[in-house]
T-cell receptor, first 112, second 114 residues
Framework: GNSVTQMEGPVTLSEEAFLTINCTYT??????LFWYVQYPGEGLQLLLK?????DKGSNKGFEATYRKETTSFHLEKGSVQVSDSAVYFC???????????FGAGTTVTVRA | DGGITQSPKYLFRKEGQNVTLSCEQN?????MYWYRQDPGQGLRLIYY???????QKGDIAEGYSVSREKKESFPLTVTSAQKNPTAFYLC?????????????FGPGTRLTVL
């Protein structure tokens, strides 16, 4: 079945530091890959997505590249801000299956 | 503004009571979903619906029920059979027209059993 494994947190960084959150997946076929972000007390917001191998999703300074050879979709940001403090979820869906499979989430705290 | 609304934001229930969580969307999406989130865990799918008057069980459907009488609405009932209902509940929707299947989430309802 489908599964997603994320880097365990929590992750604590200083402002302007480089952020990487690792995500690997197991799936048959060619899934779409997503990163969602959850701010405290809120629902999930789509951060970025990629739908085929070698696609790069990007938004708000965050990037992730769909690597089929390593079954990975690592999230990166070059210079984090305090406002990036949140929980980040990696997820996948298959094109013939409307269900999302989520990783456990990684809590990121950015200190001024 | 298009979006997904969930109500109430906070809900308290006594043991043995059924409660219904509301989810409404005005995005004209065909598919709707209910997830449960527990601390330190990812989201787990409870039920989903791809079309009006049809729905399927997800991974943890026991103790829950849903209905889909209107395209815009997908209420979730947490029954007394659910042994550990305290959690954060998230509703989502997606369009079936594309292959990317991006799901858009509501703000969530936090249910606490007293």
């Amino acid at each position: 079945g489908n599964s997603v494994t994320q880097m365990e947190g929590p992750v604590t960084l200083s402002e302007e530091a480089f952020l990487t959150i690792n995500c690997t997946y197991t799936a048959t076929g060619y899934p779409s890959l997503f990163w969602y972000v959850q701010y405290p007390g809120e629902g999930l917001q789509l951060l970025l997505k990629a739908t085929k191998a070698d696609d790069k999703g990007s938004n708000k300074g965050f990037e992730a590249t769909y690597r089929k050879e390593t079954t990975s979709f690592h999230l990166e940001k070059g210079s984090v801000q305090v406002s990036d403090s949140a929980v980040y979820f990696c997820a996948l869906s298959r094109s013939n299956d409307y269900k999302l499979s989520f990783g456990a989430g990684t809590t990121v705290t950015v200190r001024a | 503004d298009g979006g997904i609304t969930q109500s109430p934001k906070y809900l308290f229930r006594k043991e043995g009571q059924n409660v219904t969580l509301s989810c409404e969307q005005n995005l004209n999406h065909d598919a709707m979903y209910w997830y449960r989130q527990d601390p330190g865990q990812g989201l787990r799918l409870i039920y989903y619906s791809q079309i009006v008057n049809d729905f399927q069980k997800g991974d943890i459907a026991e103790g829950y029920s849903v209905s889909r009488e209107k395209k815009e609405s997908f209420p979730l009932t947490v029954t007394s059979a659910q042994k550990n209902p305290t959690a954060f509940y998230l509703c989502a929707s997606s369009s079936k027209t594309g292959t990317t299947d991006t799901q858009y989430f509501g703000p969530g309802t936090r249910l606490t059993v007293l």
